[in-house]
């Protein structure tokens, strides 16, 4: 369940070190407490996507559910636990640790299921059932899939509870990552020039009405914003065309066999090829699939996948993770595009996470290395909004003029002018008009 | 100092109940956190109203700070302490919980007081100081005075470190209400009809696509959204003149005799005479001013006054606390607006507070009790935007295009077309040109 959390806090050094036990209500003030809200769980049950998923997995499979023990971890509203038990279960045990748990019962109740789906307030690692169970359903995938570390709790729930033959909804689960252009860098970049323009200037009043000289704590200014502005990842709902080079599989994991010690790093050296030529790797995009598999030994007759890749009809909640790069670099198809990258839960709050990422281009032979090119401004363009295609390097040096982007002229323009394949009313993806230009130097 | 903070989130029942010690980390997820960033520390150094105060306050009183020892609690990046040093201190404790106290360090040396200021980081409640202290100096007001609870750490200050001659800085706190007008109420009724027609198409989807049944759960959101749009009381920056009673002082206290238990509730009845004719009363807003009079032995040569109240030109960081009304009251000059108030710290979380209010309005001699009068729209209303003035409810029924709101077109058009007297280029105060209509009923 991706969330945005209070989750941005450090506490002070030495607390909660790497495997310490976590203090239940700092745990809560920095991570369950929004999932005691209504509004959020809605957020979840309104993304078409999730539920889709999660709904066809246990109606199409109903054979693990007949008749059969669930236990659902981290209920929140209940919805996983009311299909089960609508699928046929005999009895389903929804756990959750906020007082979510009270409009779950009732919902269950309400639903005509409540003498099915008993509501367990509690924390998965605490509570005792009263048996072992044949499935284990849960949703559990934050931003990037490990974010918010929700997975240990499955873990321990399927090391105390699940039946040995038990099967694991969902299966098994995948990170990705590749490279993407975006405009997003380049307004991250504007944003930390304006704050730091703006502190400037404050340090300049500070020193004249206050005789206070600020400036000894710029390089700390400026070192918290370049970290907020441009070392933190992103969430952003990308368009499948932003993707450069061919994305791959980081992480597999084994939801039926994985350990918490497999999960807390993930580590990955990877090698992408770039598809687009003349483009812009602004930044490494990251997103994960699930799937509903079933075991070796009791399979599910129907393989369902939930999928977080960039799209432009099935988006969700999840969106993509977006890692920004530091400057840009202009490529070409054929170019490789090498990183090393490893994501380590934060010392500080274990459900957040760290990541340190090398990379290094190595360029198709015969090519040079690409200069890096400076904006121009083409006198006559008509602009229009442009959702969910971020503005991208433009050939011709066009521009954008909503977002000051550069367009890839010739990518839009080969569509025709007028809507994009695939186009919902609803999002309004519109082109920009634009006259080419030459480029310029 | 005012903070947004991450203060929505409420812990499990039955933790820190009221008198007990709240736990550190909760306390730093909670509270302490966001004040370690520079980022915040800037907004609050760059509120000039607050700045000019308290600067103005140590140096037209430099006599309290020669040579004498001084305690700054919760220093954050040190100013406070600074300008002590450079009044003429001649050792300043300058304590502070979070990381900053890194920086204030740094800040002090940079501004050639480091052999003065003493920065030592840690909590108020557990710091050994060397000596007892002339005078505490400290921002430590949140919105409406007394959100988050930081003046229980001055009081301990106070109560272990000051000399039985010491002074604080600052000496004198009130609270303030009045009753106003705003068509921010109507707004926040707006967005939870919107929520909750959202929800109604959401729980209409559910069952269509999913078979479960959410309308068990529509009364606990509209709940939640009550709570959340129309019973959380609103940051707002008010104009003077939707002030339409007299103001009230709710709360006095001295800095140098208060107790902890003598601010951990305000009660107050009041009463407020309504002093614009034919308005609405959508709220009541709560503010407050500091003051700076040194002891009664040991006065202030230049008092000096920090106000948060409604301001064209003074206004803070730290607002106005708007407590809406449901419904608004149509009131009349000479009515008057009597409310029995109640503000008392959350069980979860003591740096937050409730609020019971109960009010009746009792009309001037002669008058009928105002009907609640519907919005009607103006056929013919050329509108501009309209700052800082939130529109009232119209005699004429003429209706703002850009907010929706009935306006007081009586009390614009006697202003003539033009600027408001006072007006600020920054600010952009802009006339609606109305055409006024026979009132509709």
Redesign the interface.
């Given at each position: 369940m991706g969330s945005t959390a209070?989750g941005s806090?450090?506490?002070?050094e030495g607390?909660a070190a790497a495997g310490a036990t976590v203090?239940k209500?700092?745990d809560?003030?920095?991570y369950f407490?929004?999932y005691?809200?209504?509004?959020h769980q809605?957020e979840m049950?309104?993304d078409?996507v999730r539920?889709?998923a999660y709904?066809n997995a246990v109606f199409q499979n109903k054979h693990h559910f007949k008749g059969k023990v669930v236990l659902d971890v981290g209920t929140g509203?209940g919805?996983l636990a009311?299909?089960c038990a609508?699928a046929g279960a005999r009895r389903v045990y929804a756990v959750e640790a906020?007082?979510m748990a009270v409009?779950a019962r009732?919902?269950a109740?309400?639903?005509d299921v409540g003498d099915i789906v008993e509501v367990i307030q509690g924390s998965m690692e605490e509570v005792v059932l009263p048996e072992k169970v044949d499935v284990i359903i849960s949703e559990w995938m934050g931003y990037f899939l490990l974010r918010e570390s929700m997975f240990d709790s499955v873990i321990c729930a399927r090391d105390r509870w699940l039946k040995p033959d038990g099967v694991m909804y969902p299966s098994h689960a995948q990170m990705w990552m590749a490279p993407i252009r975006s405009g997003i860098g380049e307004k991250k970049e504007n944003d930390l020039e304006s704050a730091m323009s703006d502190?400037n200037n404050?340090v300049e009043d500070?020193e004249s009405?206050?005789?206070?000289?600020?400036?000894?704590?710029t390089k700390?200014?400026r070192e918290?914003?370049e970290k907020?502005y441009l070392k933190t990842s992103l969430w952003c709902n990308l368009h499948p065309e932003q993707i450069v080079g061919a994305p791959v599989v980081i992480k597999q994991i084994d939801c039926l066999t994985a350990t918490v010690d497999e999960i807390r790093t993930v580590s990955s050296k990877f090698s992408s090829s770039i598809y687009v030529d003349r483009t812009r790797l602004s930044a490494l995009a990251g997103w994960f699939d699930v799937h509903f598999r079933g075991n070796p030994q009791n399979p599910a007759l129907n393989e369902i996948e939930l999928t977080t890749a960039p799209s432009v009809e099935n988006s969700t909640h999840w969106g993509q993770q977006v890692f920004l790069l530091q400057p840009a670099l202009r490529v070409n198809e054929g170019d490789v595009f090498e990183t090393s990258f490893s994501m380590h839960r934060s010392k500080e709050n274990h459900r957040l996470m760290n990541v340190d990422l090398t990379y290094e281009l190595k360029l198709a032979s015969g090519n040079q290395v690409p200069p890096c090119s400076s904006k121009t401004v083409a006198s006559t363009v008509k602009a229009a909004l442009l959702r969910s295609i971020e503005c991208e390097m433009c050939v011709h040096a066009c521009i954008c003029l909503d977002c000051e982007c550069l367009l890839e002229c010739e990518q839009l323009l080969s569509k025709g002018e007028g809507i994009l394949a695939g186009d919902q009313a609803a999002r309004k993806i519109a082109y920009h008009t634009v006259k080419p230009q030459a480029a310029a130097s």
């Open positions: 209070n806090c450090a506490p002070t607390v203090d209500e700092v809560f003030a920095n407490c929004t005691a809200f209504l509004y809605k049950l309104a078409r539920m889709d709904f509203s919805i009311i299909w609508q906020t007082n409009h009732e919902l109740k309400g639903n502190w404050f500070t009405y206050y005789g206070v000289n600020m400036n000894v704590l700390q200014f918290e914003h907020y």
